[in-house]
């Protein structure tokens, strides 16, 4: 039989794959030692130029609030995911006028609308190497007495980085504590949604298509940063002006095509790459499957009580996204630990790394601090699994909300900067916009339903894992009966002022006599678990101070080993800046199954139905069906492409990162990842490991022929 081109190009992907594919999530400063690599995948650029944080194209780059964008414009334009994004349009839809169906675009500056509460656009301004002030001397601490001087030293030094007003700094921790880098950035507080397509574009497939490949998603989205006349960082004002940042970003129109380089820069949100055999099997074998179970039937709680067209449904729906991402990636991980046997890779890894400490007499301290952090590590996962139930229990919102208000109350009466983090004054306005938020983000019949649903199930627990100072302040002894339940829960809801906006943010100002006085409820539950929940704090404290002496003896042995292999050691992922690099790739994930690197317009007419999630607009559905590419199709598939694929390493937080050309041009957002690479956050496979890109030839089509968003076309810097 005579192969057709389209088989050919199955086989070459499935031949391929495992040899192209590179491992790494590397911070900038470690291009310049690979620059030999990056140069013969492709690469254009200088090596060099990309350790600069602050020079093109790093300057670009941008974090947000769990999320990766980049500048597009030298007017603050910054495009990220539809799915980042999403909650700001959630933020300000209602059932009547509903963004999230209908889409956003401003068509003027004048026109864009305040970003959710605590939406934040970072950039990198500077970074110091602080490990010698971090570390100095804490090697002859006790556990509690170096946790606590770690932390003291690092509230003190992220202090003296903000006394330039506008900065939120960061000390971030590297190799388990090895290193420490301050990172200065400029904190834009004003930020506005610009223009997101409707969810028919923008979350195209739903949760049916997400983590699956062939992918059909519009999954982009743009906001402004914008900051006061002076250039300096404000709160939201009308007299404000967009953010002129030093860099941005040229978008390709030209794109790439199957075997172009590609890198992407973005924050990680982190991975577990060096975690020992305990923890993987504690996580693999019962959190993950428990995890699983119970956020089942938490989506379906929400769905019963949450309709669908009400305003607790448009209330609810990022959670929901939320939970269905989080729940289709853990079965992800799950079938992936078992595909590749990842609890073998992490036996024998170690059993490689222990013979060759084992050769040589001068590494025997490396032993013995590994075999310390294995016991650590298994003290560790008894803890999580003895207060899963009890965690959830105390999860409704109000009383998170009372929780926080009462802890604020209690770390005012000590000098700021030995405040909890979280409850300093630099804190004070996510804490207030937090408060905030919650109004469009509660409804009493839901977060009621909830609480039921993990009540039952911390009542279904061995009395080992029941919490005695919980069960007399809710009156929880004895009961074993829901309608007993349903009383004493609605009780809650029925007493309490904490479901009114101005009511919360009234009581930041509150002592903690004045809180304890009062009879709401829900504060009175909180103040009863306060002394319970700071005793869990501090044994979790104590566990990591433990860590800070034993994980970067286990990190330099890690370092030393592979180094002597050849290989260079990245740090796992902490929500800092880092770079991924590899190729256009599609590839063959299991027996008999091949992916192409990219899909086509035409795909969204074979996938639609007419109902979500596969109800593209009739508008785009009729560019299709003419042909009209605009200009934007890729001649070797005869299309405009929609997502592609890469052999890229990427986990959450990466959404939204700026995919790169070798000349630094912006060809794509990555967004996803296939159903068979999610496990990547433990271990890396080069077979399976795929990320998903929304491509910018897509972007550009979709604004151009079916938003109109011809503004913003001219505002970027467009590239052919």
């Not at 030094?157 to 700094?169: K, L, N, P, V, Y």
């Not at 983590?211 to 989205?221: K, L, Q, S, V």
């Not at 949100?269 to 499957?289: D, I």
């Not at 001649?635 to 592609?644: A, H, R, Y």
Request: glycine share 8%; proline share 4%.
């Amino acid at each position: 039989m005579k192969k057709t081109a389209v088989v050919a190009a199955l086989m070459a992907c499935a031949a391929s794959a495992p040899l192209a594919a590179k491992e790494g999530m590397f911070t900038p400063g470690q291009l310049p030692e690979i620059a030999e690599d990056l140069r013969e995948t492709g690469l254009e650029v200088s090596p060099e130029a990309l350790s600069d944080l602050t020079g093109f194209p790093m300057g670009a780059i941008v974090q947000l609030q769990g999320c990766s964008g980049s500048f597009v414009s030298d007017e603050g334009l910054v495009v990220t995911n539809h799915h980042c994004a999403r909650g700001s349009v959630q933020f300000n839809s209602t059932a009547e006028n509903n963004y999230l169906v209908n889409g956003f675009l401003a068509e003027t500056k004048g026109d864009e609308l305040p970003a959710a509460p605590g939406s934040r656009v970072y950039v990198t301004t500077e970074i110091t190497d602080v490990t010698a002030r971090v570390r100095d001397g804490i090697d002859a601490l006790s556990p509690t007495e170096r946790y606590d001087t770690v932390d003291q030293r690092v509230k003190d030094i992220t202090a003296e980085c903000e006394q330039d007003a506008g900065f939120r700094c960061l000390v971030a921790s590297f190799y388990g504590g090895k290193e420490y880098t301050l990172i200065k950035r400029l904190e834009v507080k004003d930020v506005r949604l610009v223009y997101a397509p409707a969810d028919a574009i923008g979350k195209y497939g739903g949760d049916i298509d997400n983590w699956i490949w062939p992918r059909h998603t519009g999954d982009f989205a743009f906001y402004r940063a914008y900051v006061a006349p002076d250039g300096s960082s404000a709160e939201y004002s009308e007299d404000n002006v967009p953010y002129r940042p030093e860099h941005h970003l040229k978008v390709s129109a030209a794109g790439l095509d199957d075997g172009d380089f590609v890198m992407a820069a973005g924050y990680p949100g982190s991975t577990n790459r060096y975690t020992r055999l305990g923890e993987v099997r504690n996580t693999f074998e019962w959190s993950y499957p428990t995890f699983v179970t119970l956020i089942n039937d938490w989506i379906d709680t929400i769905e019963a009580t949450a309709p669908e067209g009400s305003d607790a449904r448009v209330k609810y729906e990022s959670r929901l996204a939320g939970l269905n991402n989080f729940e289709k990636n853990l079965r992800g991980q799950i079938d992936g630990a078992r595909r590749v046997g990842l609890v073998d890779r992490r036996r024998d890894r170690e059993a490689a790394l222990n013979a060759w400490i084992a050769a040589d007499a001068s590494r025997q301290p490396y032993a013995t601090a590994i075999a310390a952090l294995d016991a650590l590590s298994e003290e560790s996962a008894t803890a999580a699994r003895t207060n899963f139930w009890y965690n959830n229990a105390t999860r409704p919102q109000l009383l998170g909300a009372a929780q926080r208000l009462y802890r604020l109350a209690k770390e005012k009466e000590k000098p700021n900067a030995q405040r909890e983090s979280g409850y300093q004054e630099r804190d004070m306005a996510f804490f207030r916009q937090g408060l905030q938020a919650l109004d469009r983000r509660y409804d009493a019949s839901v977060d009621k339903a909830e609480w039921l649903l993990f009540l039952n199930g911390y009542l279904a627990q061995p009395e080992a894992e029941r919490v005695a100072v919980f069960d007399e302040a809710l009156g929880l002894t004895g009961v074993d009966d829901a309608k007993q339940l349903d009383a004493i829960v609605d009780a809650y809801y029925a007493g309490t002022t904490l479901d009114e906006s101005e009511t919360r943010l009234a009581l930041m100002d509150a002592s903690a006599a004045e809180l304890e006085a009062s009879d709401d409820p829900f504060m009175q539950l909180a103040i009863a678990l306060y002394d319970y929940e700071r005793k869990l704090e501090k044994e979790s404290e104590e566990r990591e101070g433990r860590a800070l002496a034993l994980r970067p003896a286990y990190m330099d042995a890690i370092t030393r080993w592979q180094r002597e292999q050849g290989l260079a050691t990245y740090p796992d992922a902490n929500s800092t800046l880092r770079v991924t690099y590899g190729t256009v790739l599609g590839g063959s994930p299991k027996d008999g199954m091949a992916y192409l690197p990219f899909t086509t317009l035409e795909g969204i007419l074979e996938k639609d139905t007419g109902e979500d999630p596969f109800n593209a607009p009739e508008a785009q559905l009729k560019e299709i069906r003419e042909k009209d590419y605009g200009g934007f199709a890729l001649d070797s598939i005869g299309s405009v492409p929609v997502n592609f694929l890469s052999d890229l390493d990427s986990t959450g937080g990466n959404s939204g990162s700026a995919t790169l050309n070798g000349r630094a041009e912006l060809v794509g957002l990555l967004f996803d990842g296939t159903f068979e690479s999610v496990n990547s956050d433990w271990d890396f496979d080069p077979r399976t490991t795929r990320t998903i890109h929304v491509d910018t030839r897509y972007m550009l089509w979709v604004m151009d022929k079916v938003d109109g968003a011809h503004g913003l076309i001219e505002e970027m810097d467009v590239v052919r």
